[in-house]
Every structure is written in structure tokens, then in C-alpha cells.
């Protein structure tokens, strides 16, 4: 079935750094991805729409310049946490539909663990 | 605007007793789908199960079955002689046809503990 894989799986990163999150879909092409964060014992939580070829479009609340999308290829989207702080220590989770529209197939990465000291 | 709600904040069963997570949504799509994962204390999510909105009929997988209900917009999963590696947080997610393909409003999740 389809894959979609995250690297890095956790990262440990210090105050004021940026942090890039890559997320593929391995064998198939994904036109969109979505980006979903997730903090301890809470839910998943939308952040934004990654869009191949387009801007992202962020979720009310989110700052898309902190929270950097790209949409480099048909198989990547990438999350760039910019001048990352403590509270952005979260899981973040992609996710890409395969499909048509009428399946709504839809295939999450394993997640990524960021930890901002 | 899209809402899903789980209830059940926590639940603590034993082994081998039958247990029901509840999930309620709320929607103004005509076209939407309903979705269960599960997450282990690994954090990937695990697929369990899609529902159309138009296709209202139950489902049963092995110890899992579904029971969807659109009169009270509700898609409650039950768990048949629950196991210790049932243990886990389930989500109960909510996605839209159309311009809202691919994005899902999760509910708050239930924990579950299965004691041995």
C-alpha cells in the first residue's frame, strides 16, 4: 500500500535554530500534503495545507512565517520550524492523499519528535 | 465549521471485556468521511477504518466493529474481548469532500488501558 516516511523521526534542536522536517510519499504522487501537529496527550491539529507548484495555506492561528512550507516535488513537502523556541517542542505529523477524490485514502507519516531546549 | 467529539476522555477495561468508544461529529457537508485511527506509544498513527457519508452500513473486522449512525451523527467503534494490545489512544476524524479533501478534524481522543 501506500507510504508516506518523515525524516528526521526526532530531532533535538537549541533555541533560535531552525529545524527542516521532510515528508515523501514513496510510491505515489501527492499534488497536496497536509501538516498536523500534535502537543503531548492533546489531539492533531491542523497546521497547514502544502501545496505542489503553490503557497501553502495555513490554518487560522498558525504563522506561516515561522512554519515554513515547501512544496519542492510531486513526492515532497518540507516543514522548516524557523528560530524554533521550547514551545514548539511538538509531534509533527504529515499526511498525503492518494486517490481520487472519491476515496478519501488518506496515508500519515510515522511522525517526527522535535525538542527545542 | 467541522467538530468532532469523543466523549470518553480515558477508559480502563480488562481483558476479554467488550468495550465502545464513542465519537459524535457535526458537519454542513452533504459528502464527507469519517475516519478511526489508532496510536500506540510509538506515535504513528494506525488505520482502522473509512466511512462515506453515504454508505451507512455497519462493518465488522475481527474483534472491531463499527456502528454508523447519521440520524445522530455519530460512528462508534467497539472493541469484541478486548486485549492488552488494544492499549492505545484512539482518534475519531472527520474529513470533507471537495475543497476540504484530505482535511481532518480530529477528535480529542480516548485513551484506552487494557489490564491483563
Known amino acids: 500500500g501506500a507510504v508516506v516516511s518523515q525524516h528526521p523521526s526526532w530531532v533535538i534542536c537549541k533555541s533560535g535554530t531552525s529545524v527542516k522536517i521532510e515528508c515523501r510519499s514513496l510510491d505515489f504522487q501527492a499534488t497536496t500534503m497536509f501538516w498536523y501537529r500534535q502537543f503531548p496527550k492533546q489531539s492533531l491539529m491542523l497546521m497547514a495545507t502544502?501545496?505542489?507548484?503553490?503557497?501553502?495555506?495555513?490554518e487560522q492561528g498558525v504563522e506561516k512565517d515561522k512554519f515554513l512550507i515547501n512544496h519542492a516535488s510531486l513526492t515532497l513537502s518540507t516543514l522548516t520550524v524557523t528560530s524554533a523556541h521550547p514551545e514548539d517542542s511538538s509531534f509533527y505529523i504529515c499526511?498525503?492523499?492518494?486517490?481520487?477524490?472519491?476515496?478519501?485514502?488518506?496515508?500519515f507519516g510515522p511522525g517526527t519528535r522535535l525538542t527545542v531546549t | 465549521a467541522q467538530k468532532v467529539t469523543q466523549a470518553q476522555t480515558e477508559i480502563s477495561v480488562v481483558e476479554k471485556e467488550d468495550v465502545t468508544l464513542d465519537c459524535v461529529y457535526e458537519?454542513?457537508?452533504?459528502?464527507?468521511?469519517l475516519f478511526w485511527y489508532k496510536q500506540p506509544p510509538s506515535g504513528e498513527l494506525v488505520f482502522l477504518i473509512r466511512r462515506n457519508s453515504f454508505d451507512e452500513q455497519n462493518e465488522i473486522s475481527g474483534r472491531y466493529s463499527w456502528n454508523f449512525q447519521k440520524s445522530t451523527s455519530s460512528f462508534n467503534f467497539t472493541i469484541t474481548a478486548s486485549q492488552v494490545v488494544d492499549s492505545a489512544v484512539y482518534f475519531c476524524?472527520?474529513?470533507?469532500?471537495?475543497?476540504?479533501?484530505?482535511?481532518?478534524?480530529f477528535g480529542q481522543g480516548t485513551i484506552l488501558t487494557v489490564h491483563p
Open positions: 502544502s501545496n505542489e507548484g503553490s503557497k501553502a495555506t495555513y
Open positions: 476524524a472527520l474529513g470533507g469532500g471537495g475543497t476540504s479533501y484530505g482535511k481532518l478534524t
Open positions: 499526511s498525503a492523499p492518494s486517490g481520487s477524490l472519491l476515496s478519501g485514502e488518506q496515508y
Open positions: 458537519t454542513r457537508d452533504t459528502t464527507y468521511y
